[in-house]
DNA sequence: AATCTCCATTGCCATTTGGCAAAAAGCACA
DNA sequence: TGTGCTTTTTGCCAAATGGCAATGGAGATT
């Protein structure tokens, strides 16, 4: 499978930089693993609650909405973590899936275990709870472009973010994402095209 | 200033049941103040970072959007708590306000002073945990109405939350929080008046 | 009571977005 | 290379929402 360390010091230090040993703390928990394409591996099996490193391709989180619809909430790339709250969520009114769009290879943790290492070491639990702040601060982001941003602003942001994505997901997946129904996502696409 | 032990026991209990040892902790870190209509006290003077638990009165937490508008990102009524999180975030590109909508009573703690009660307590680490959950759920599910209800539907589940705040607030308040222009809301009121 | 100011409502029309169904394009697989 | 399936695009029209400016209303101030 490779060895992913390299890869996975660098998303830990991306939320706050750490020191070495809580860095090797915190990978010691991992396991690198590969999901297929469309295995919707959250949400679904809860046996076990885990924690993610997205390594390689790509996921999303979402809900399933009134009709019955898939409405995406998330994206991630490569070097992004999993959002870990709604991934320990099963109570509350909607349940929050993720779905490999593409096959991934992700490094998976316990979450008892993380948990468990977080009441050791202060540094990890300030770890922690900054990946909780970025999570939330990134859900107001969103909640922000909602509230502020037409619909191609938004697709326009969406492809600075994620533009490879396009290409290689179904567009239900991003107009929901946006917002806006499929048709009009593929109108936008026409609109900015000729632009 | 009376006391307000048992209206803040029960909001602490409305995140996840505690043992009244970890409640009473909980609770003897937090003070009541009253705060004025209108001040806009988190997100400006961030000299000291503190958490609240609203007792009497309406807030609302917003950004500042583009144009230089409040963009509303939730309202707040007595039991709840405003959002931890987004009030300890001072980087990021969006910093959030909370304003007094009405005069309010809190009851407020200083951040750093919970982070060391979480260290040493098992349980209210666990409670703090929830807490954030609760909150990305919130999000999420506010996310998701905008995905897929109509500004109509938003607008009566927000009455259905805080049925009382549209009498009391300006209404640009809630059309913002809605993602909807002035113009629109009232427009919407009218026709739900007839009905 | 008259005035002022702020907010909400309304009319008119433009723009954005949706719904539906048909056509076109892409993709997998025999 | 064809066949069948799914996804995307498009046309047509309807509904939802926005922009702007004028009007109306309620409360504060004089």
Redesign the interface.
């Known amino acids: 499978m490779g060895s992913y360390k390299e890869n996975i010091e660098k998303i830990i230090n991306s939320i706050i930089p750490v020191s070495k040993q809580a860095s090797d703390q915190i990978y010691d928990l991992y396991k690198v693993e590969e999901i297929a394409k469309n295995n919707v591996f959250v949400g679904k099996n809860n046996l076990v609650v885990r924690d993610f490193f997205l390594l390689e391709g790509f996921c999303k989180s979402y ?1 399933i ?3 019955g619809q898939e ?1 995406t ?1 998330s994206f991630f790339k490569a070097g992004e973590i999993l ?1 870990p ?2 991934t ?2 099963s109570s ?3 349940i ?1 899936y993720i779905k490999a769009l593409t096959t991934i290879k992700v490094a998976a943790c316990e979450s008892v275990k993380f ?1 468990e290492l ?2 050791k070491n ?1 540094e990890v ?1 300030k770890w922690g ?1 900054s990946l ?2 970025v ?3 990134n ?6 472009g ?3 941003l037409t619909a191609k602003e938004r697709l326009l942001n969406f492809r600075k973010k994620y533009h490879l994505l396009e290409n290689i997901i179904p567009h239900s997946d991003i107009a ?2 946006l ?1 806006i129904t499929n048709t009009s996502f593929s109108r936008l696409r026409k609109e900015l095209k000729t632009k």
């Open positions: 809900v909405g009134r009709d409405v909430i959002s709250s709604p320990r969520v509350g009114t909607s929050i948990e977080i009441m202060m639990f709870s909780l702040e999570e939330i601060l859900k107001v982001d969103k909640e922000v909602m509230a502020t929901s994402y917002g």
